[in-house]
């Protein structure tokens, strides 16, 4: 079955990039998100990349896709204190709505 | 345009009642998914309905249910409550087959 999965936690300083990593093992999957959720607050679609790019930019984020290696990361550059929040990768494959969300990565931004 | 809604945002029951959560999507959109988030297993896929219909389905017990109106408003159901069933049920609209799905803030469900 599908399976995402990501480090928990990163930490990084004001100002400086921030790079989450994410691997997921269906070579099916076609579309790939990062979603960022705030505390108390449901999920927010950050950006997300058909399986056949290799690369997504968007403002302060860029999405790197590997898919030989089933790797996709995501950098956010110049990272503000106000990007703390847990940021999910998640896969989609099929016509259907059902996405497989990693575990979260923890980003915290030290002033 | 109003994001997606659910209600009740905070929800406190007991082991073996039953509950119903609400969702309603962006005006226009016709699929609607729910998901449960925990700490220990995260985010988990539970259904997704599209023109009333439940087209997917995650590997959850027969105790949760859902079910969409002709409005694409969509409840889900979770009878006789366990403890393991405290969660944050997030739903998700989309128009069908879109790349895009847009959450809720979530219902926050503690089974006591």
């Known amino acids: 079955g599908e399976d995402v999965e990501q480090s928990l936690f990163l930490s990084v300083r004001e100002g400086d990039s921030s790079v989450i990593n994410c691997t997921y093992t269906?070579?099916?999957?076609?579309?790939l998100y990062w979603y960022k959720q705030e505390p108390g607050a449901g999920l927010q679609l950050l950006t997300y990349?058909?399986?056949?790019?290799d690369m997504k930019q968007d403002q302060r984020l860029t999405v790197l896709l590997n898919k030989k290696d089933k790797h996709l990361s995501l950098r956010i550059a110049d990272t503000q204190t106000g990007d703390s929040a847990i940021y999910f990768c998640a896969e989609r494959s099929g016509g259907y709505q059902k996405v497989t969300f990693g575990t979260g990565t923890k980003l915290q931004v030290i002033p | 345009k109003a994001g997606v809604t659910q209600t009740p945002r905070y929800l406190i029951k007991t082991r073996g009642q039953q509950v119903t959560l609400s969702c309603s999507p962006i005006s226009g959109h016709r699929s609607v998914s729910w998901y449960q988030q925990t700490p220990g297993q995260g985010l988990q896929f539970l259904f997704e309905?599209?023109?009333?219909?439940?087209?997917n389905k995650g590997n959850f017990p027969g105790r949760f249910s859902g079910r969409q109106f002709s409005n694409s408003r969509s409840e889900m159901n979770v009878s006789t409550l366990e403890l393991g069933d405290s969660a944050l049920y997030l739903c998700?609209?989309?128009?069908?087959?879109?790349?895009?799905?847009?959450f809720g803030p979530g219902t926050r469900l503690t089974v006591l």
């Open positions: 990349i058909f399986s056949n790019m």
């Open positions: 998700a609209s989309s128009f069908p087959d879109s790349n895009e799905q847009f």
């Open positions: 269906d070579s099916s999957s076609t579309y």
């Open positions: 309905y599209f023109s009333e219909t439940q087209r």
